[in-house]
T-cell receptor, first 117, second 112 residues
């Protein structure tokens, strides 16, 4: 596709249920990032993938959160036993390679709005 | 740890007014700095960037200069338009792994 896509666009779930959020990065982008946008916390980094491995998981808020990436492409963010404070917009981004000395722009998807009742 | 602080919004301006959105940062080393914009109903887009001290990023009439001495990256535009209404995020690049650290965002509303 032309850009980063995420599904579903909206997800409403009940407290205690598990949810899976999907991200399809731009073809050829080796780096993939998950962020969370919430009213109280702003935009927070969750986890970063280079290929299929995750060198930085420092932003995952608890062990209820996990993510994987397969085939160096699609990534899934899983939240187990959802809580109301998990309600937020979950954003995925991809870039040609990680940042640092030779920064490559991160392209963001439209996000998944998660509401936990 | 590294952090970014932006002026609080919402900021409401009349069309053709001058815009400044303040951004300051705390970081070890020499980060790259960015402004992202989120238009209503759309995803985050990179607006401009600067990768070293004294660099000026510019795009769509917006400018920001990387000031190491004041650890600032203020966003400016000489004459705003209604179409500039959006939420603006200042961010720094955490050099290890490309993780972006964002400010809290500033909502701009431009009235005709």
């Amino acid at each position: 596709g032309a850009g980063v896509s995420q599904s579903p666009s909206n997800k409403v779930t009940e407290k205690g249920k598990d949810v899976e959020l999907r991200c399809d990065p731009i073809s050829g982008h080796t780096a993939l990032y998950w962020y969370r946008q919430s009213l109280g916390q702003g935009l927070e980094f969750l986890i970063y993938f280079q290929g299929n491995s995750a060198p930085d998981k420092s932003g995952l808020p608890s062990d209820r959160f996990s993510a994987e990436r397969t085939g160096g492409s699609v990534s899934t963010l899983t939240i187990q036993r959802t809580q109301q404070e998990d309600s937020a917009v979950y954003l995925c981004a991809s870039s040609l390679s990680p940042g640092g000395a030779s920064y490559n722009e991160q392209f963001f998807g439209p996000g998944t709005r998660l509401t936990v009742l | 740890g590294d952090s970014v602080t932006q002026m609080e919004g919402p900021v409401t301006l009349s069309e053709e007014a001058f815009l400044t959105i303040n951004c300051t940062y705390t970081a070890t080393g020499y980060p790259s700095l960015f402004w992202y914009v989120q238009y209503p109903g759309e995803g985050l887009q990179l607006l401009l960037k600067a990768t070293k001290a004294d660099d000026k990023g510019s795009n769509k009439g917006f400018e920001a200069t990387y000031r190491k001495e004041t650890t600032s990256f203020h966003l400016e535009k000489g004459s705003v338009q209604v179409s500039d209404s959006a939420v603006y995020f200042c961010a720094l690049l955490y050099n290890q792994g490309g993780k972006l650290i964002f400010g809290q965002g500033t909502e701009l509303s431009v009235k005709p």
